[in-house]
Antibody, heavy 119, light 110 residues
Framework: QVHLVQSGAEAKKPGASVKISCKAS????????IHWVRQAPGQGLEWMGI????????KYTQNFQGRITMTSDTSTTTVYMELSSLTSEDTAVYYC????????????WGQGTLVTVSS | QSALTQPASVSGSPGQSITISCSGT?????????VSWYQHHPGKAPNLLIY???NRPSGVSYRFSGSKSGNTASLTISGLQTEDEADYYCASYTTKYTYVFGTGTRVTVL
């Protein structure tokens, strides 16, 4: 059974960075892309970027260019998303989601990680 | 990349059918048959309902169906049930090798 289990809620101050983890299980880790999607309070879903654990594909949406980094640890089948220079507008629930390469849809999602940015 | 346009809310009585539209451009919805739909109950992970415009993953009720005409995709829920009350989002692959979600639609069962 496929599982994407994310790290717990984070509280950060403006200007800080946050690193969220997404641990994958139940499938071949390197065979699927991981996407990151966020939802700010009262807002819709926003696609942030795609990460390929094999290193072939990594792309971030322009909104986050320069302050987002996606990495992975194959030994623990975990993908990480780090967002820097946080502002209150980054307060959101962050989700990881899986895509089989080139299928263009997300067939399994993590439970979400709440990041609160406040002084 | 602007979000795809969905109605903010749609409602219906149990047993009725409702349709949610998802309007984009030729750079996303109209340019690919890679439109997907997700059901999102607040506080839970989104759930894939439809992929590639019309396809239903195994385990998803036949009551959910998708279609597309030009730059607008649609999700129809037939035989509306109380458990269908949730937020619904469309998503599309784009010509910039990115993805864009719709603005989201809150479905209310009266």
């Amino acid at each position: 059974q496929v599982h994407l289990v994310q790290s717990g809620a984070e509280a950060k101050k403006p200007g800080a960075s946050v690193k969220i983890s997404c641990k994958a299980s139940g499938y071949t880790f390197n065979s699927y892309y991981i996407h990151w999607v966020r939802q700010a309070p009262g807002q819709g879903l926003e696609w942030m970027g795609i990460f390929d654990p094999t290193g072939v594909v990594t792309k971030y949406t322009q909104n986050f260019q320069g302050r987002i980094t996606m990495t992975s640890d194959t030994s623990t089948t975990t993908v990480y998303m780090e967002l820097s220079s946080l502002t209150s507008e980054d307060t959101a629930v962050y989700y990881c989601a899986r895509e089989y390469p080139h299928t263009r849809y997300f067939d399994s999602w993590g439970q979400g990680t709440l990041v609160t940015v406040s002084s | 990349q602007s979000a795809l346009t969905q109605p903010a809310s749609v409602s219906g009585s149990p047993g009725q059918s409702i349709t949610i539209s998802c309007s984009g451009t030729s750079s996303d919805v109209g340019g690919f048959n890679h439109v997907s739909w997700y059901q999102h109950h607040p506080g839970k992970a989104p759930n894939l309902l439809i992929y590639d415009v019309t396809n239903r993953p195994s385990g998803v009720s036949y009551r959910f169906s998708g279609s597309k005409s030009g730059n607008t995709a649609s999700l129809t829920i037939s035989g509306l049930q109380t458990e269908d009350e949730a937020d619904y989002y469309c998503a599309s692959y784009t010509t910039k090798y990115t993805y864009v979600f719709g603005t989201g639609t809150r479905v209310t069962v009266l």
